[in-house]
């Protein structure tokens, strides 16, 4: 991690400020300033040191939360609702569509870093169904023809 | 009986929500500018006598709640909005963030006035982020004229309303747990006592209500708690945001007044069953809840009807499966939902959770000892009896009500391997 980011890190917690109870705004923040969308270890005890409290409280928060990612994501992180009623509304061909265009399994990043596929919780979409979210977007009623158009017009910048 | 109720969805797509002064001639904060010239006796009796109760899913009596609240003492006194609202199948309070967010705002500010609180706190899930910058707006707006922040209205008080964005945990719907996330901490129940009431956010008195709860709130005092009560049945008073969702024609948030059947709901507001197939099960209250054979079909949505039965409403999420739905894949979703969202504080639901899936996977793929078939159920009825907190408690709550209803279903391959 570049001096850089570790900088800008030190601004968020100037800003936000440092208390405990800022732990979990504070490390939304920090991770959209890195690539991958996640919170390397070096990172996590550089938050650690600055707040004064021991490093496993922050591994602890970053491993019990869904949004934090230990490990690197796409810079758009798609993912597939795997609740009951996305299910039953065949969200078993939305994960093959996907992982169809994208040329990646469910739990990989693509080669070139832009996209990643994973399962998530139900997020709220179920009238939609079946849904999925890009990054905080919510995409439903999808199909073969419409996971194509979304992930094309993703690629060439038309979607962000 | 009406099949659609229009009360706490009245202003739905009459007003642009991004739009203060729309929001300010259709409805015009009129709910809080009536109840900040009474006493504070009267909110709290009109509450209890609408007879509304706590629409997040335990369903305890909202006007009571608050006048137990009103007798702790703190250095200050908090109100929670939960609008975690993560149980899957359940969007309505999606809905009311949506469509309606000063009425929430309104329904927190006329609480706080009865209650004494001074400060009070949105918790949004993470999941919904794209709606708090709508929501956020909303706050400024009513903060710039003068319905948030000092002297309110004119009167001597004082109460601001901050936005807490979730991290995604469902555990962060419970209570306690949506506290110690407040707190920065990871969401883990706490043990009670002390209720939340007494001890809660940063060891003060603190009341949480749902969305929906706080937007009724408001309601009934606009239009009254008769005006309320006219609605629904003697024991189940008002009307009930519903999430309805699954293999149904058209799925949506509907407002019917408690007493509607689920037939009607899902035949007459769902349009009936997608693709025009057989009903053969609805799940009621999201994956935490029971299964509904298709037979029940005529049961009035109440508390009442739902109680003797053994069930319970819960969110108000309505999930219809048509008969091409596997009842052993459909268990095995909602237990790999708990496996993931346990939060591993206590035995029962952390190592129930694994057992259970892995007997659905033996169960599935014709392996299964003829001991699973007398385990699944024990385990189930260690995780309801003996777990920490709710999510532990109903996470089997599908797996016994399904295996009441089908189980040749669920052990059909079983005997197989004795």
Known sequence: VKDKILNEIDLILENIGNERENLIPILKKVQTLIEGNYIPHEVAKHIADKMNIPESEVFETVSFYAIFNDKPKGKFMIRICDSTV??????????????????????????DGMFSLDYSPCFGACDISPAIRVNDIVYGNLNH????????????GELS | LKRIANLLTRNFNK???????????????????????????????????????????????????????????????????????GEPGTFKDRSLLELDPYSIIEGMIITAFAVGATVGYVYIREEYSYLVNRFDQALSNSRKNGFL?????????????????????????????????????????????????????????????NVETLTAIKTIMRFGSDEFSKYGTEKSKGTKLISLCGNVKNPGTYEVPFGITLREIVYDLGGGILNDKQLKFLQIGGVSGAIFPAKLIDTPLTYEDFKELGFSIGSGAILVADNSVNMLDFLGAVGAFFYHESCGKCTPCREGNRQLLNIYSRLKSGTALKEDAMNIEKIAKVMKNASFCGLGQTAPTALLTAIDFCPEEIFRRSVQHE
């Open chain 1, 86 to 111: 996305c299910k039953i509304n065949d969200s078993y061909s939305i994960v093959e569509s996907l992982e169809e265009v994208l040329n990646i399994k469910t739990g990989e990043v693509t080669k």
């Open chain 1, 145 to 156: 023809e419409k996971i194509v158009s979304i992930i094309e017009r993703i690629r060439v």
């Open chain 2, 15 to 85: 007003y642009n929500p991004d739009n203060f002064e729309q929001f300010m001639n259709i409805d015009g904060f009129e709910a809080l500018i009536k109840s900040i010239k009474m006493n504070k006796e009267f909110i709290i009796s009109e509450i209890e006598s609408s007879g509304l109760m706590g629409r997040g899913g335990a369903a305890y009596p909202s006007g009571k709640k608050m006048r137990e609240f009103v007798k702790y003492k703190g250095e200050n006194k908090y109100i929670i909005c939960n609008a975690d609202e």
């Open chain 2, 149 to 209: 922040g000092e002297k309110i209205q004119n009167i001597e008080f004082n109460f601001d309303i901050k936005v807490f964005i979730g991290a995604g945990a469902y555990i962060c719907g419970e209570g306690t747990s949506l506290i110690e996330s407040i707190e920065g901490k990871p969401g883990r129940p706490r043990i009670k006592p002390p209720n939340t009431k007494e001890k809660g956010l940063f060891n003060q008195p603190t009341l949480i209500y």
